[in-house]
């Protein structure tokens, strides 16, 4: 038996990158998982790939009733809903003065106040199941070392870092058996790294040499490290985990 045996996770982002990563090791590891993203073509090629425990739901974070609409088709599909992974996410450059303000409210928008969205409309649901549940949010060393280019990504990130804290005593202090943790990479190997990478601000090669370097171990991380991470705290292995954020960054959080 895998460790997402009977689990049914509702996973953001779900189409590329860290979420789709996600997805295929929850089924991998036996449980069943709703792909939700507003690329859906993506996402329904994905989940045909899976087979009968994964299915697509186009999804804008930003958008409450949308989140109460796949959390509904989540339990008509699976039956119930026992895991909610926020991945979805933006960064886009700019500091308080020079960053748009488009920028600004859209970062915020969808990752700190899709989270909450999501939050809000999965937990009654996930209690009325009975069942152990838990949350895992994806946040970003940079919640913990802020950097000066991305003003709205490190506050959107320490923000939820703060909120996946407020959710996880809350549950507790009421003895709800939902978790609530956090990730944090680092640099990874995705479509938005990929788009820093090719961004025309510098050579390729130059770019990614310095994304590296922000890293103690000197490379880029790959989905699989994170996915793996995120699959821990999901899963009962991580039983009597909650409140905590993993960083996945190759040491470059606690670089001085």
């Known amino acids: 038996m895998g460790k997402m045996q009977n689990k049914v996770a509702l996973v953001t982002g779900g189409a590329e990158g860290i979420g789709a990563t996600v997805g295929r090791m929850i089924v991998a590891e036996g449980g069943s ?74 970062t915020i928008d969808i990752n700190l106040n899709g989270p909450f969205y999501g939050m809000r409309a999965a937990l009654p649901v996930m209690e009325k199941s009975g069942e152990p549940g838990a949350i895992v949010n994806i946040g970003s060393m940079i919640a913990i070392r802020a950097a000066a280019f991305v003003a709205a990504y490190s506050a959107s990130k320490a923000g939820l870092l703060g909120l996946t804290r407020s959710v996880a005593l809350d549950c507790a202090e009421r003895g709800v058996p939902i978790r ?17 990478k090719f961004s025309g601000a510098d050579e390729p090669e ?42 996945v960054d190759g040491g470059g959080s606690i670089r001085s």
């Open 33 to 106: 998982v709703m792909l939700c993203d507003v690329q859906i073509d993506k996402a329904r090629a994905l989940a045909d790939e899976l087979g009968e425990n994964a299915q697509a739901f186009e999804l804008d974070v930003r958008d409450l009733d949308q989140w109460h609409k796949a959390v509904e088709a989540t339990v008509e599909r699976f039956g119930k809903l026992t895991v909610l992974c926020n991945i979805a996410g933006i960064s886009e450059p700019g500091n308080v003065v020079d960053g748009t303000l488009d920028t600004w409210e859209r």
């Open 206 to 247: 130059n770019i990614e040499r310095d994304f590296a370097a922000t890293h103690p171990m000197n490379r880029i991380g790959e989905p699989e490290e994170v996915a793996r991470a995120v699959l821990w705290l999901a899963s009962d292995e991580s039983s009597f985990t909650t409140g905590c954020d993993i960083t």
């Open 180 to 196: 609530a943790n956090m990730v944090h990479p680092g640099a990874i190997r995705t479509p938005m790294y990929e788009r820093y």
